[in-house]
T-cell receptor
Framework: QKEVEQNSGPLSVPEGAIASLNCTYSDRGSQSFFWYRQYSGKSPELIMSIYSNGDKEDGRFTAQLNKASQYVSLLIRDSQPSDSATYLCALWDYKLSFGAGTTVTVRA | GAVVSQHPSRVICKSGTSVKIECRSLDFQATTMFWYRQFPKKSLMLMATSNEGSKATYEQGVEKDKFLINHASLTLSTLTVTSAHPEDSSFYIC???????????FGNGTRLTVT
């Protein structure tokens, strides 16, 4: 499997703040990247997909991809307690490989 | 939207018995399905890629004779954990893509406990 490194956290942010999550990958040829959210005891759900360099915004979430530096990040703006979960970075290369996940806790 | 259904959601079995987990794509055909395993506080690890009409492709370190995968139709893949042991207790999750350009969609997972 392709190596995907993710700062494992945990990350604690106050409600309303920005949560910043980072992920690096080893294969320069990787093209497709995803962020999944996983609540405790549940299966992952897709938040964002990103394929091109730059930013992609969807509501309070912004994914950033920098292929030259081989990193992908996720920003969660106006964090809410319901955002408390584990966030998994993943890349696709004929199969989906996951990072270790970052557990985010949003303090009310 | 795409839905992947997994059954059962939770199963408890005795050591030495076998357990079958079903994964269905409800509103699309999936020529390929993926089986993951997740231990507590760990990330998802790919076990095998299930291919409709052919043998599954197993990841390194996964025993193909212990984890039997059958993908007999375009909407159903099954994972059978044979001669289960307590160390097989884990969260098993299947997933599928609607097409080659879509992200993976995950089933709700199966919590297996082997006593």
């Amino acid at each position: 499997q392709k190596e995907v490194e993710q700062n494992s956290g945990p990350l604690s942010v106050p409600e309303g703040a920005i949560a910043s999550l980072n992920c690096t990958y080893s294969d320069r040829g990787s093209q497709s990247f995803f962020w999944y959210r996983q609540y405790s005891g549940k299966s992952p759900e897709l938040i964002m997909s990103i394929y091109s360099n730059g930013d992609k915004e969807d509501g309070r979430f912004t994914a950033q991809l920098n292929k030259a530096s081989q990193y992908v990040s996720l920003l969660i703006r106006d964090s809410q307690p319901s955002d408390s979960a584990t966030y998994l970075c993943a890349l696709w290369d004929y199969k989906l490989s996951f990072g270790a996940g970052t557990t985010v806790t949003v303090r009310a | 939207g795409a839905v992947v259904s997994q059954h059962p959601s939770r199963v408890i079995c005795k050591s030495g018995t076998s357990v079958k987990i079903e994964c269905r794509s409800l509103d699309f055909q999936a020529t390929t399905m993926f089986w993951y395993r997740q231990f507590p506080k760990k990330s998802l690890m790919l076990m095998a890629t299930s291919n409709e009409g052919s043998k599954a492709t197993y990841e390194q370190g996964v025993e193909k004779d212990k984890f039997l995968i059958n993908h007999a139709s375009l909407t159903l893949s099954t994972l059978t954990v044979t001669s289960a042991h307590p160390e097989d207790s884990s969260f098993y999750i299947c997933s599928a893509r609607t097409d080659s350009n879509s992200p993976l969609h995950f089933g709700n997972g199966t919590r297996l406990t082997v006593t």
